[in-house]
T-cell receptor
Framework: GQQVMQIPQYQHVQEGEDFTTYCNSSTTLSNIQWYKQRPGGHPVFLIQLVKSGEVKKQKRLTFQFGEAKKNSSLHITATQTTDVGTYFCAGLAFSTTDSWGKFQFGAGTQVVVTP | NAGVTQTPKFQVLKTGQSMTLQCAQDMNHNSMYWYRQDPGMGLRLIYYSASEGTTDKGEVPNGYNVSRLNKREFSLRLESAAPSQTSVYFC?????????????FGSGTRLTVV
């Protein structure tokens, strides 16, 4: 079945540095979504990517969908302490009726920011 | 606008006890979901309801049952709790089951089974 893997599992970043987290799927994806979960909180929807090679930006966050639609990345520039949390990607396998609505979540990248 | 409301927030059960986790959304969403979150394993789908009147199994349904009471409410029941069901449970909703919408999650229920 479809598997979504995220690397790294854990990222320790100095405030002001940039970092990137990656999401890789074993199958071609129709859509990919990204979520952020603050410590002790719940996942919050950030963005969805649909098109091959698509790039979207939200302030210091840049999201990219791979050309083959099997991977995605989240790049954060000039990390701030407010970026602390776990970032999840969630992928939807490409067009099977059974998969409708059932995005497969990765295990997440836990980000710790040192002032 | 409350979004997705889950109760209770915390619960401790003894092995073999039963309980129901409640979830309600006020966004007029059609699809609702129950996930469990365990360290290092991300979010795993237990059951979902694509629309009122329908429910389907997800990735890890064993030991759970669900009821879509109406469009707003989707409950998760543990009939005989086991220590392996210790987890954080999240209810989520989405406009519909299609691919074009993100999930809105509730604040979670932290369940410990001893």
């Amino acid at each position: 079945g479809q598997q979504v893997m995220q690397i790294p599992q854990y990222q320790h970043v100095q405030e002001g540095e940039d970092f990137t987290t990656y999401c890789n799927s074993s199958t071609t994806l129709s859509n990919i979504q990204w979520y952020k979960q603050r410590p002790g909180g719940h996942p919050v929807f950030l963005i969805q990517l649909v098109k091959s090679g698509e790039v979207k930006k939200q302030k210091r966050l840049t999201f990219q969908f791979g050309e083959a639609k099997k991977n995605s990345s989240l790049h954060i520039t000039a990390t701030q302490t407010t970026d602390v949390g776990t970032y999840f990607c969630a992928g939807l396998a490409f067009s099977t009726t059974d998969s409708w609505g059932k995005f497969q979540f990765g295990a997440g990248t836990q980000v710790v920011v040192t002032p | 606008n409350a979004g997705v409301t889950q109760t209770p927030k915390f619960q401790v059960l003894k092995t073999g006890q039963s309980m129901t986790l409640q979830c309600a959304q006020d966004m007029n969403h059609n699809s609702m979901y129950w996930y469990r979150q365990d360290p290092g394993m991300g979010l795993r789908l237990i059951y979902y309801s694509a629309s009122e009147g329908t429910t389907d199994k997800g990735e890890v349904p064993n030991g759970y049952n669900v009821s879509r009471l109406n469009k707003r409410e989707f409950s998760l029941r543990l009939e005989s709790a086991a220590p392996s069901q210790t987890s954080v449970y999240f209810c989520a909703s989405k406009m519909d089951r299609g691919a074009n919408y993100g999930y809105t999650f509730g604040s979670g229920t932290r369940l410990t089974v001893v």
